[in-house]
């Protein structure tokens, strides 16, 4: 069982739809990364964050430390947000060198 | 500049072939990281350089080989390569590389490596 968890695999949206991905994860963290990757092309880290919450734009990023949960939420959602969108936990424990990915949400959003 | 640029973009390559993956980062970070990716999976992280220093190999094959010439330059070379070794090769790197504390990492945009 992967460490991190993300729901849904795939998501279909409309344009102007809010979008919400949910990741759970199993381990202690010092902190929670939100990253996006376009079709073959390369990362670009959107949020990190350790408690709370976070705003860029139209993303939103959430955590929920006792429950071990974060949503990445875009509003508005537009056709160029089509990409695939990674948790990745940092661990607490020893070496903080090393992300534990889940294995992405890949997000449509037609016209 | 919170860019790290890689070079090149794309490389095909025979198996006997020698070359080498360049990755590069103006922003005076310590710590940067290789790591392997596959179509559709997360990626895999191969090593990691402290202080132009290896710290991590993660029980990567002595075909791939990292250099840190200095803080802000990491290269790859690549020697003997199988098929199954095409993927897209990210680097990444982030402030420092220490205990209990939280590191963003900066990626780059990747080399597509085809081993034919």
């Known amino acids: 069982k992967n460490e991190v968890e993300q729901s849904p695999q795939n998501l279909t949206a409309q344009e102007g739809e809010f979008i919400t991905i949910n990741c759970s994860y199993s381990?202690?963290?010092?902190?929670l990364h939100w990253l996006q990757q376009h079709p073959g092309g390369g990362i670009v880290s959107l949020f990190m964050?350790?408690?709370g919450k976070k705003k860029h734009g139209r993303l939103i990023a959430t955590i929920n430390i006792q429950e071990k949960h974060s949503s990445l939420h875009i509003t508005a959602s537009h056709p160029r947000d089509s990409a695939v969108y990674i948790c990745?936990?940092?661990?607490?424990?020893?070496?903080?060198?090393?992300?534990?990915f889940g294995k992405g949400t890949l997000l449509t959003v037609n016209p | 500049d919170t860019e790290v640029t890689q070079t090149p973009k794309h490389l095909v390559m025979g198996m006997t072939n020698k070359k080498s993956l360049k990755c590069e980062q103006h922003?005076?970070?310590?710590?940067m990281y290789w790591y392997k990716q596959k179509a559709k999976k997360p990626p895999e992280l191969m090593f990691v350089?402290?202080?132009?220093?290896?710290?991590i190999n993660e029980s990567v094959p002595s075909r791939f080989s990292p250099e840190c010439p200095n803080s802000s330059l990491l290269n790859l070379h690549l020697h003997a390569l199988q098929p199954e070794d095409s993927a897209l090769y990210l680097c990444?790197?982030?402030?420092?590389?220490?205990?209990?504390?939280?590191?963003?990492?900066?990626f780059g945009p990747g080399t597509r490596l085809t081993v034919l």
């Open positions: 990444a790197s982030s402030q420092v590389l220490r205990a209990k504390v939280y590191n963003e990492q900066f």
């Open positions: 381990v202690g963290i010092s902190a």
């Open positions: 964050l350790s408690s």
């Open positions: 990745a936990a940092e661990n607490s424990g020893g070496s903080n060198y090393k992300l534990t």
């Open positions: 922003m005076g970070h310590r710590a």
């Open positions: 350089y402290s202080y132009e220093k290896l710290s």
